[in-house]
């Protein structure tokens, strides 16, 4: 198979539609040995700022030393960003080799009477067996959309669940109401997991407030009010978080610091857990993240 072909029957199966549940990875991620199970997850649902925080935390491990999966949709340049080990993309070899093997497995899926998985749910098994076989310490994956019933969410090795701001998206299918969609979102925190929450509106914060207190979770809340001096702009940001001062951001736009402050929330949960995180690797990912076509400076004179 050659990369035109792998990308064209992936996206062919965008016929198949939307459908949330977890059955149909289930199935398909069972036929592939469930290579899930084997992984660690940091995973992130929300409306606003999963991929830029996605972003932060995955550049921080991987500048601490980390082997770091990254599964982020949708993409802006080529297919395979969808699946990044350390930041960079999967090889075409290896995406040719990998969809090959999920055709054989839909295929078999099919003939056994079972349905034909999505293409969310075909890349979501893709990216699964290739960080196991790359052999990844730790996979950083958002949601698609929601989070109880996302393809993400068959995941079980949650290290933290982190819940970026929620609003009102995809209203047809995650509910009519701001409580609805938040448990939805919420839907993907994990019996006894560190849950980190960026601060949200009160309906939604009460709605994660109660599922994490059913669910024995310790919840942390990244409040915009522990950044000091903010220092704004375009290509370089600024601030202090406790003892560590001139944290510096490249990501513009104001709403990137409550992002940032995000992220450093989840690392710090995450190095309770062993996962190890130096001040130097702290401040050199953070500066070095990179999360093109949000808010970027294409030109200075003037500037765009």
């Excluded at 459908?19 to 899930?36: D, K, R, T």
């Excluded at 972003?55 to 082997?67: F, H, Q």
């Excluded at 078999?108 to 079972?114: H, M």
């Excluded at 599922?211 to 601030?239: H, M």
Aim: proline content about 3%; some cysteine; charged content about 25%.
């Amino acid at each position: 198979m050659k990369y035109e072909e792998a990308v064209e029957y992936m996206e062919s199966l965008n016929r198949y539609g939307i459908v949330p549940g977890l059955s149909n990875i289930e199935n398909l991620c069972e036929a592939l040995g469930n290579p899930q199970k084997d992984l660690k997850f940091v995973h992130i649902a929300g409306t606003n700022g999963k991929g830029s925080s996605l972003a932060y935390i995955s550049t921080v491990l991987k500048c601490a030393g980390y082997k770091v999966g990254r599964y982020v949709s949708p993409t802006i340049f080529e297919y395979r960003e969808r699946i990044q080990i350390n930041g960079r993309p999967i090889s075409k070899k290896a995406l040719c080799e990998w969809v090959e093997r999920i055709r054989e497995a839909c295929d078999s899926l099919c003939a056994a009477g079972k349905k034909h998985p999505t293409s969310f749910e075909a890349e979501t098994a893709l990216a699964f067996a290739y960080f196991k076989e790359q052999g990844c310490d730790i996979v950083v994956m958002e949601c698609g959309m929601g989070g109880r019933l996302d393809a993400t969410n068959i995941i079980e090795n949650t290290l933290v669940s982190v819940l970026a701001s929620i609003s009102m998206d995809h209203m047809q299918y995650l509910g009519k109401t701001l409580e609805t969609i938040a448990a939805e979102k919420a839907g993907i925190i994990k019996n006894g997991c560190p849950v980190v929450s960026a601060l949200q509106e009160e309906a939604a914060m009460q709605v994660i407030e109660a599922i994490a207190e059913e669910k024995g979770c310790k919840l942390t809340v990244a409040q915009p009010a522990e950044v000091k001096k903010v220092r704004y702009g375009l290509e370089k940001q600024r601030f202090d978080y406790k003892t560590w001062k001139n944290l510096e951001i490249t990501l513009a736009g104001n709403h990137q610091i409550d992002n940032a402050l995000l992220a450093i929330k989840v690392l710090e949960e995450l190095n309770d857990l062993g996962y190890a995180v130096s001040e130097k690797a702290l401040r050199k990912g953070l500066q070095e993240t990179k999360w093109p076509g949000r808010f970027t400076v294409v030109g200075k004179k003037p500037y765009f």
